[in-house]
């Protein structure tokens, strides 16, 4: 079921998938000449918060989450990419290290392009420039949202919100009518909302008694996006 229309998913993408869309030869030459794939495994962390960056990161396949840690140890999901999504510049544009760390959703295969490649091709490339820089615009917008949303919206609006943003995340090669299943833990859910585990559980449940979501172990398939985009109320 779509929703186009319904729901901003603008305000919930950092769309870094369109920084490599139809780049020139000679740009893309430059970015890939020493690009090399790895194969993450669920959990494996591809960089941590307060490290120097060497490069940056292209999931070819699968999901990332990038979160940050406070001082208890607790784990708060800042954004989850997508296949198709770079990773890891942000350090590099601002000659820092890392502001948060990133670590694979479920088995991933990602592409790791040297710092030095990024920099040249971003120094020689308009075009690259150019997106680099609207995408960065759009990213502040997108966080400035996500920031006045939690500050305004109960745990259950915003479970419902992730639940609607994942759906999406996870549809690939969707047709209408196809099942979509949202394969996440309890605790990365409860990261993503910013919320304890026992709070999503007890919603999940309410959730389902309400007809919005079914459960089938750990994954979740919701069965009608139009009620729970009401409760997510955006």
């Known amino acids: 079921m779509s929703i186009s229309g319904l729901f ?3 305000k919930w993408d950092f769309k870094s998938h369109s920084i490599l869309t139809a780049l020139p030869p000679e740009d893309v030459s430059i970015l890939t000449g020493h690009m090399s794939d790895q194969h993450y495994s ?3 962390i591809l960089f941590r918060d307060g490290a120097f960056p060497t490069g940056i990161f292209f999931i070819r396949n699968g999901m990332v989450k990038k979160y940050k840690v ?3 140890g607790r784990e708060q999901i800042i954004y989850v990419a997508n296949s198709g999504e770079l990773i890891g510049y942000h350090a590099i544009l601002s000659e820092e290290r890392y502001p948060d760390s990133a670590a694979a959703l479920e088995d991933c295969l990602i592409a790791f392009i040297p710092k030095e490649d990024f920099l040249e091709a971003l120094h020689t490339s308009k075009v690259l420039s150019q997106r680099l820089l609207k995408l960065l615009s759009h990213e502040f917008s997108v966080f400035a949202y996500n920031v006045s949303y939690f500050a305004q919206r109960s745990v259950r609006e915003r479970l419902a919100t992730q639940l609607v943003v994942m759906r999406e995340k996870y549809k690939e090669n969707y047709l ?3 099942e979509v299943a949202i394969n996440l833990s ?3 859910l409860a990261s993503l909302v910013g919320t304890a585990r026992e709070n999503i559980v007890r919603i999940l ?3 389902k008694v309400e007809g919005l979501v079914e459960t089938r172990g750990r994954k ?3 069965t009608d ?6 409760v997510a109320n955006c």
């Open 8 to 10: 901003p998913m603008d």
């Open 42 to 44: 669920k959990g494996e």
């Open 70 to 72: 406070d001082k208890e």
């Open 176 to 178: 209408p009518g196809m």
């Open 186 to 188: 309890r605790e990365d």
């Open 205 to 207: 449940k309410d959730f």
């Open 220 to 222: 979740i398939v919701v």
């Open 225 to 230: 996006v139009h009620k729970l985009l009401k």
